[in-house]
């Protein structure tokens, strides 16, 4: 324990039940919203006394008058009261300034028999604390206390101070009174105190069976009492501080300390100890208060404030009336901090906005996240009977606890880092368990297997020419296709975990660019046998997803685009394997206080496994670890960026209901899976600014049916339809709730007349999470008569709203999001009406010549798309190998115009030039050297001027 002076110790007869301490929250401004003293159920108003305060400020000679009428009505009330709000009904009305009980320097204070301030109508800052040995010497020595009594009191053997102390409350037990008065000095005793004067008188507690002394006239301020370093205290000795406070985990372990302290005290039986603890947990430069990390305490039976360390005067000893709202839901704050503190065992987080205590600057609705918990105590009554007592021990901090006052502007985000966060890592995981599910459900075949732009490409264009030819190249079952330009960019960008681009002088945050899109929608996958009869693969996966959501009047979006690459070994009935993936989110939020933009950065490992129980259950898991840096930009204030970190678990269980045969027929199939994932952010202090460390944890469990049918037709194309539904909980710090997702779709496509359609829809039917919503529909329609060859015309329309459900008997349970953004359910971040956020209509339109006598193919390129408030026009021409092979080369040139509507956006024109050639091998090996150059620029900004070369060899 830490004890800053010599300790004494007082009998455990004389243990007084109200000096329990007990805590609650702190709303400072303003005060309980209803009446200061609101009448209890059961109390008729007290009548006020004959004499009232302002009477005694007039004429000083009324004063005994006040005091005697003042200790009755307290008598009174006492012997009257059945509850502890009734109790102390009374003290709460002599605490007003203006009412008959208080006027000026004319109030009550009432101490212990131990000489302690209990009771001070005009500053409870001063409860606890000890009067000066001298002025309560005067104060008894009126009331007729023995002078022999009194010298014993101040004699070091310990027996004598008891005797002294029996004999004083004996005194004090006869209800005696009398005008006291120290302000001039008694030679030989003590010098003159000013201020010291008043009338005292007495009165035995009926629920207390203790003395209570009850002062008038007397404005009893610091002067008149022991300093605090003078004092004995026991401070306790915390492993966690106010002033270690900077997050859950620190922030829970200091409550947790405290009750604990509270505990000790009260198994002590020291009054003097109960007393002096609520100096301990007051002192601004003792362990249990730092900042704006205080301790509250609150009664759970008649959930009175008896003790609050930063605002004693409008919280303690009050009957609470629970009107103290949120500032920013205006939800009550009470409720959720009881709920917070019953929730478990070891209590609970609740977070609610009003304004900090120890920022007079601040707005009203910075964000403070608290945490509560109930302990069980006793105290010991002076008949030897023990009374249990629980109590709600709580604390809080708004961001920046920890830190020490710095310059500058601050940048306390409060929950908006952990409120974002929580959703960004759960997209990230989706986007892996997406990735690593439909490897898991992969059969594989040797060869090379892949899409761009959601369109699956040939398998080796290369491949099926040299075929053609006969000139028996056609072993090489790894040989990959011809790219377009646009094409080969997705595909190395997927391969160099780029996710998007940065854009410049911050307009194009948002992922962007037609590279971005192709990604979205790009994979590939290389598969060749191992020497043991199993396969091994290399592949990988492009992912863009959109969230947005609402925690109280904090509302957030995101979009993350995520490239994945990994490797993975099956034989028989396993599979294993481990994937890297890069993932890059950008977003915003707002609140009634303003609002800001988010960019995170992740990069992880994701080891996954699969195992077949037999042929219709399996079982499979995937674990992951990634890091990467968050940066948080709040409107108008200095940027700040912070490490984070994700951990993530997920396992899940599929099982076969009815496969299709082979001639066609439904596929029917139960899916069940669940996720755990948690990300934190560090704290970070600067000369600019701060941001505390926050952590987030979300759930997720889901049990579905996904089924399709197969060998239908339509018009001599493949019809295939299908549905999906699935039951969700979701939990943690983002979108708690249950709710039902359901999708489905139909694709059709006709090999010999190289048109396919497809239209898909999924959304969440319903949610209880207010303002998680996650709906999706897409159209698209492509004609090229002539896949295997780049001649010919070619046209591809596609239009999609909010999220893409993909194809696939886990299209549903998987959240696939390729190449298009999820629907808001609001307005666009500017405020303003308009299309859709996630509203997208793609055009392209090309038709292959033959040039070079026939060798190559000149292919002139037109495309349009619409999408998120931009508009993009598109003008190429590729000249490309007819029929690829050995060493191929190609050629590119593009113009684009990109226009953004919004007032004062400038448009931005882009030419890029390239050229490359690919040199194949007979096997899987491939060699391929690129230059490009780029230009871009707006109508009133310096020319960007990039030049690229990039060599990627293959094996």
């Known amino acids: 324990m830490n004890t800053r002076t010599r300790r004494t110790r007082t009998p455990k007869s004389v243990v007084l039940c109200f000096l329990l301490l007990g805590f609650v929250f702190a709303d400072p401004r303003p005060a309980l919203a209803q009446e200061a003293c609101p009448l209890p159920a059961g109390t008729t108003p007290v009548a006020p006394p004959p004499v009232t305060a302002q009477q005694v400020e007039g004429d000083r000679g009324l004063l005994r008058d006040f005091a005697l009428a003042s200790r009755d009505r307290a008598k009174e009330r006492a012997l009257q009261a059945t509850t502890v709000e009734q109790g102390l009904y009374v003290g709460c009305l002599i605490r007003q300034e203006g009412s008959a009980w208080r006027s000026g320097s004319i109030y009550i204070v009432t101490l212990t028999p131990d000489g302690r301030v209990f009771l001070h109508a005009k500053d409870m800052t001063l409860a606890g604390r000890q009067l000066n040995p001298l002025i309560y010497a005067e104060i008894l020595s009126a009331l007729g206390v023995p002078p022999a009594a009194l010298a014993d009191a101040a004699s070091p053997d310990p027996d004598a101070r008891n005797r002294a102390f029996a004999a004083i409350n004996a005194t004090l037990a006869q209800e005696p009174d009398g005008a006291f008065d120290a302000s001039a000095p008694s030679p030989g005793v003590r010098p003159a105190i000013p201020g010291a004067s008043g009338y005292a008188s007495v009165y035995v507690s009926p629920n207390l069976g203790a003395p209570i002394v009850l002062l008038a006239g007397f404005d009893l301020g610091e002067a008149h009492l022991v300093p605090v370093g003078a004092e004995a205290i026991d401070y306790g000795d915390p492993a966690i501080t106010a002033s270690d406070v900077v997050d859950r985990t620190t922030l829970k372990a200091f409550v947790t300390e405290a009750g604990n302290y509270m505990l000790g005290i009260q198994r002590t039986g020291d009054v003097a100890a109960s007393s002096k603890a609520r100096i301990a947990l007051r002192d601004p430069n003792g362990p249990w208060r730092h900042g704006s990390v205080y301790l509250y305490v609150l009664d759970t039976v008649s959930n009175v404030i008896t003790f609050h360390a930063a605002f004693p005067d409008r919280f303690e000893n009050r009957p609470l009336v629970p009107t103290v709202r949120d500032a920013v839901t205006g939800e009550l704050i009470l409720p959720q901090v009881i709920a917070a503190a019953k929730s478990s065992p070891e209590g609970g987080f609740v977070e609610y906005y009003f304004d900090d205590p120890d920022d007079a600057t601040d707005s009203a609705d910075v964000p403070k996240l608290g945490y509560a918990r109930e302990f069980a105590g006793q105290i010991q009554r002076t008949d030897g009977t023990v009374i249990p007592v629980n109590f709600i021990v709580g604390s809080g901090f708004y961001g920046t606890a920890a830190a020490p006052p710095v310059s500058g502007d601050r940048n306390d985000a409060g929950p908006i880092p952990r409120a974002w966060l929580a959703r960004f890592g759960r997209t990230v995981a989706e986007q892996v368990l997406d990735a690593v599910g439909d490897r898991l459900a992969a059969v594989r075949v040797s060869g090379f297997r892949g899409r761009m732009a959601g369109q699956v490409l040939p398998s080796g264009a290369a491949t099926e020419a040299a075929e053609m030819a006969g000139d028996g190249t056609g072993d090489d079952t790894l040989a990959l296709p011809a790219f377009t330009d646009e094409e080969r960019v997705a595909f190395l960008s997927l391969l160099a975990f780029e996710t998007g681009e940065n854009g410049d002088n911050g307009e194009e945050d948002k992922l962007d660019g037609a590279a971005r899109d192709l990604l979205a929608g790009t994979s590939f996958e290389m598969t060749a046998e191992t020497s043991a009869g199993g396969h091994a693969s290399f592949w990988g996966r492009g992912s863009r997803s959109n969230f947005d959501g609402r925690e109280g009047g904090l509302s957030l979006d995101g979009e993350v685009a995520t490239a994945i690459v990994g490797t993975d070994w099956t034989r028989e009935r396993w599979t294993a394997g481990v994937a890297v993936a890069r993932s890059r989110g950008t977003g915003g939020y707002r609140s009634g206080s303003g609002g800001g933009e988010v960019e995170a950065e992740l990069t992880g490992v994701y080891p996954y496994g699969h195992h077949a129980l037999n042929e219709r259950v399996t079982l499979w898991g995937v674990l992951g670890r990634g890091d990467g840096t968050l940066t948080l930009r709040p409107d108008g204030k200095p940027e700040a960026r912070v490490g984070i970190g994700l951990s993530m678990a997920v396992a899940g269980l599929r099982g076969a209901l009815m496969d299709a045969a082979e001639t066609g027929g439904p596929d029917l199939a139960a899916v069940a899976d669940v996720l755990a994932v948690r990300t934190a952010s560090a704290a970070v202090h600067a000369d600019d600014g701060r941001l505390a460390a926050s952590e987030a944890r979300t759930t997720r469990l889901r049990l579905g049916l996904a089924a399709s049918w197969r060998g239908m037709t339509l018009g001599g194309g493949a019809l295939v339809p299908r549905v999906e539904i699935a039951a969700r909980h979701d939990g943690g710090d983002a979108d708690a709730g249950f709710g039902v997702d359901l999708g489905g779709g139909v694709s059709w496509r006709h090999a010999e007349r190289g048109?396919?359609?497809?239209?898909?829809?999924?959304?969440?039917?319903?949610?209880?999470?207010?303002?998680?919503?996650?709906?999706?529909?897409?159209?698209?329609?492509?004609?090229?008569?002539?896949p295997e060859s780049e001649l010919g015309p070619s046209l591809s329309i596609a239009r999609s709203i909010g999220v893409q459900a993909p194809?696939?008997?886990?299209?549903?349970?998987?959240?696939?999001?390729?190449?298009?953004?999820?629907?808001?359910?609001?307005?666009?971040?500017?405020?303003?009406?308009?299309?859709?956020?996630?509203?997208?209509?793609?055009?392209?339109?090309?038709?292959?010549?033959?040039?070079?006598?026939?060798r190559f193919a000149s292919v002139p390129e037109m495309g349009l798309d619409l999408s998120e408030g931009a508009r993009e026009l598109r003008l190429g021409w590729r000249l490309a190998e007819r029929e690829p092979r050995g060493l191929a080369f190609n050629l590119g040139l593009e113009a684009t115009r990109r226009e953004r509507d919004y007032s004062g956006a400038e448009p931005r024109h882009g030419l890029v030039a390239g050229a490359g050639w690919r040199l194949a091998g007979s096997g899987a090996e491939s060699l391929e050297l690129r230059v490009e150059a780029e230009r871009r620029q707006r109508v009133s900004d310096t020319p960007e001027n990039a030049v690229g070369l990039s060599l990627i060899a293959r094996w």
């Open 807 to 854: 194809a696939g008997m886990d299209a549903q349970l998987g959240r696939r999001t390729l190449g298009v953004l999820s629907a808001k359910n609001d307005v666009g971040k500017s405020g303003e009406g308009g299309a859709s956020p996630g509203d997208r209509l793609e055009l392209r339109l090309g038709y292959g010549l033959q040039a070079l006598s026939g």
């Open 755 to 786: 048109v396919s359609a497809e239209v898909s829809g999924r959304g969440i039917l319903t949610h209880t999470s207010k303002g998680f919503r996650d709906r999706g529909l897409a159209v698209s329609l492509a004609w090229d008569p002539r």
